[in-house]
T-cell receptor
C-alpha cells in the first residue's frame, strides 16, 4: 500500500468552528488531492496540489482552503464548518499523470 | 463537461460466476481510465489503469477494457469470490494531468457464497 496517512480518522465538531485535516505521505509524490465522498454524489475533488506551495481549486472548493508547505504534508481547512460539510474526506497522491493512491479517509461530522 | 456513469448501481451474483461491470463516459477525449475498489469504511484501492492508447489491462482475475470511440470501459472479474464483494468505481482523466479525475458513482458488488 502507498504510504498515506490521514489524521484525524474521525472528528465531530460544531457548526462555525474551524477544522483542519492532515494528509501525510511517505512516497515523495508530486501531486496531492483532497476529495469528499457523499451518498448520491460520489467522489468530488475539493483542492489539489502539484507541488510545494502550488495548489488549485477543484469542483467543490467553496468553504475550504489548503496549504502545502512540505512535499509530504497537505492540509485541508474548513474555515467555518457547516452541516453541509459533514462527509468522508479522502486524500490521494499521484506522480504526474499516473495512478492515484488513496488514504484511509477521515469521517467528519458537523453538528 | 465529462460525465461518468456506472450501471447497475448494485449487482449480486453467486460465487464462481464470471461478471462484467460497466463504465461509460460522455467525452471520448480521455487520457486514461482507472478502476478502483472500495471496501466499506475504507479508502479506494487502485486496481487497473488503462492509458488511452491501450485497449485492455489485466491483473490476475481482473481484465479491464477500454473503447474510447464508444465511451465505454468494462471490468471483467473471472471466477468471482466472496472476497470480491466491494464497490467498484471507475474514473477518467480527461486532461492528462491526473489532477481532475472524474468519478462514476460505483457499482456495489455482492458475491454470495
Amino acid at each position: 500500500d502507498a504510504g498515506i496517512t490521514q489524521s484525524p480518522r474521525h472528528k465531530v465538531t460544531e457548526t462555525g468552528t474551524p477544522v483542519t485535516l492532515r494528509c501525510h505521505q511517505t512516497e515523495n509524490h508530486r501531486y496531492m488531492y483532497w476529495y469528499r465522498q457523499d451518498p448520491g454524489h460520489g467522489l468530488r475533488l475539493i483542492h489539489y496540489s502539484y507541488g510545494v506551495k502550488d495548489t488549485d481549486k477543484g469542483e467543490v472548493s467553496d468553504g475550504y482552503s489548503v496549504s502545502r508547505s512540505k512535499t509530504e504534508d497537505f492540509l485541508l481547512t474548513l474555515e467555518s464548518a457547516t452541516s453541509s460539510q459533514t462527509s468522508v474526506y479522502f486524500c490521494a497522491i499521484s506522480e504526474a499523470a499516473y495512478e492515484q493512491y488513496f488514504g484511509p479517509g477521515t469521517r467528519l461530522t458537523v453538528t | 463537461k465529462q460525465e461518468v456513469t456506472q450501471i447497475p448501481a448494485a449487482l449480486s451474483v453467486p460465487e464462481g460466476e464470471n461478471l462484467v461491470l460497466n463504465c461509460s463516459f460522455t467525452d471520448s477525449a480521455i487520457y486514461n481510465l482507472q478502476w478502483f475498489r472500495q471496501d466499506p469504511g475504507k479508502g479506494l484501492t487502485s486496481l487497473l489503469l488503462i492509458q488511452s492508447s491501450q485497449r485492455e489491462q489485466t491483473s490476475g482475475r481482473l481484465n479491464a477494457s477500454l473503447d474510447k470511440s464508444s465511451g465505454r470501459s468494462t471490468l471483467y472479474i473471472a471466477a468471482s469470490q466472496p472476497g470480491d464483494s466491494a464497490t467498484y468505481l471507475c474514473a477518467v482523466d480527461p486532461q492528462g494531468g491526473s489532477e481532475k479525475l472524474v468519478f462514476g458513482k460505483g457499482t456495489k458488488l455482492t458475491v454470495n457464497p
